[in-house]
């Protein structure tokens, strides 16, 4: 396994002599517990569906209680297999919105989290985009429908749902490195989709899937787009545009192979 790297632990505590939960976390991963059952002897990871870092861990009427970042509350009442989150909207930085369907809006941002209404935004329901125990923080969301849709992630990470948004699975593998983030996604169908973003400092990235995220093409090499990319939007499969930092603007015709740099005109 990967080891995961930049982890820190805040808090600690018992239920018995034996069984125990460490928890604490990081941007890259979010909320993280480690658990013992021999009286921290041995520790292992447990999953924790959340993106915040947890600060704080206790036990109250006997269920486990975790609070941290962003006002996120977290409860299991299984000794950690399974937790359940009672808090309806974190405060938490957002990055993207969309609306998906009839009263239907969904946003995203910090901590990995994921926020729906049914009601055309009256009230919200909180969740975290959550595979692989990491949960980096979600730059853009694109919806084919109100079932299926993607979001892109620092670190690299593209996840997609199948079921509007309660679960999500990697479909653009996570890295550990804090420079190499996607900040745009697309789809046209189920197979073929684009993602935006940077492959390191002031270097873009452009990546293009043909079978529905089982592989990536990294198609941009164009040395007059050396600036991040922020953004895109495909008319289809082969007509798009993208935009980036220091007004970096391109359009491509063949799917993302050749880019046309624009240059803004002055008013």
């Known amino acids: 396994a990967e080891d995961r790297i930049y982890v820190s632990m805040y808090d600690i505590t018992f239920k018995d002599e ?4 460490a928890v604490g976390g990081s941007s890259y991963k979010g909320g993280v517990a480690y658990k013992t059952i021999d009286g921290g002897i041995t520790w292992k990871e447990v999953f924790l569906p959340i993106g915040f870092q947890c600060k704080s861990i206790s036990i109250v009427n006997d269920k486990i209680c975790i609070v941290g970042s962003g006002g996120g509350i977290v409860i299991s009442d299984d000794d950690g297999v399974t937790w359940t989150s009672i808090t309806e909207a974190p ?10 369907g009839e009263n239907l809006i969904v946003a995203a941002g910090f901590y990995g ?3 729906k209404s ?3 935004g009256k009230t919200w329901h909180s969740s975290y985009t959550s595979d692989k125990n990491v949960c980096p923080t979600i730059e853009d969301l694109f919806f084919l429908d109100e079932n299926i849709g993607y979001a892109a992630q620092r670190n690299r990470m593209v996840s997609k749902t199948v079921d509007g948004g309660k679960t999500w699975k990697q479909i653009m593998k996570d890295t550990i490195s804090t420079t190499v983030n996607n900040l745009g ?4 169908n189920e197979e073929i989709g684009f993602v935006v973003g940077k492959a390191a400092n002031n270097v873009s990235a452009f990546y293009k899937t043909l079978d529905g995220g089982v592989t990536w093409s990294s198609l941009i090499a164009d040395p007059n787009l050396t600036n991040e990319l922020n953004t895109l939007f495909f008319f289809d499969e082969n007509n798009g545009v993208v935009a980036g930092d220091e007004s970096a603007l391109a359009y491509t015709t063949d799917g993302g192979t050749n880019w046309i740099k624009v240059t803004p005109s002055n008013m």
């Open 118 to 120: 049914t009601d055309n």
């Open 18 to 21: 034996y069984v125990g939960i």
């Open 113 to 115: 989290v994921f926020l």
């Open 185 to 188: 996604v697309q789809f046209i």
């Open 91 to 100: 405060t938490s930085t957002l990055f993207t919105i969309e609306n998906i």
